[in-house]
Nanobody
Framework: QVQLVESGGGLVQAGDSLKLSCAASGRTFINYAMGWFRQAPGKEREFVAAISWSGGSTYYADSVKGRFTISRDNAENTVYLQMNSLKPEDTAVYYC?????????????????WGQGTQVTVSS
């Protein structure tokens, strides 16, 4: 069974930075793309960023492009989300997820394992 555990969330002010981490159990981490999604109160879960199995390809939502960076350390079974220039509209619970395949996608249905989420709150 795969377990994903997010950490690094918190309360920050607009313009600040946060770095989220997602530690994965299991020896097959390297075989799969990973993604970050977020869900704000009253809204549907939305795609934030994804990274291919090797880290060679990354994908971003337009709303975070240029501010967020996804990366992974396959030796540590960990995926990261560096978030800079945070805005109040970035406030949400952030989830990491493991894709069904090696290449990332923006569609939640193509991810079969999810973490419990970490809260990010950005005050104005």
């Amino acid at each position: 069974q795969v377990q994903l555990v997010e950490s690094g969330g918190g309360l920050v002010q607009a313009g600040d930075s946060l770095k989220l981490s997602c530690a994965a159990s299991g020896r097959t981490f390297i075989n799969y793309a990973m993604g970050w999604f977020r869900q704000a109160p009253g809204k549907e879960r939305e795609f934030v960023a994804a990274i291919s199995w090797s880290g060679g390809s990354t994908y971003y939502a337009d709303s975070v492009k240029g501010r967020f960076t996804i990366s992974r350390d396959n030796a540590e079974n960990t995926v990261y989300l560096q978030m800079n220039s945070l805005k109040p509209e970035d406030t949400a619970v952030y989830y990491c997820a493991r894709n069904l395949r090696r290449w990332g996608s923006t569609v939640p249905d193509q991810y079969n394992y999810w973490g419990q989420g970490t809260q990010v709150t950005v005050s104005s």
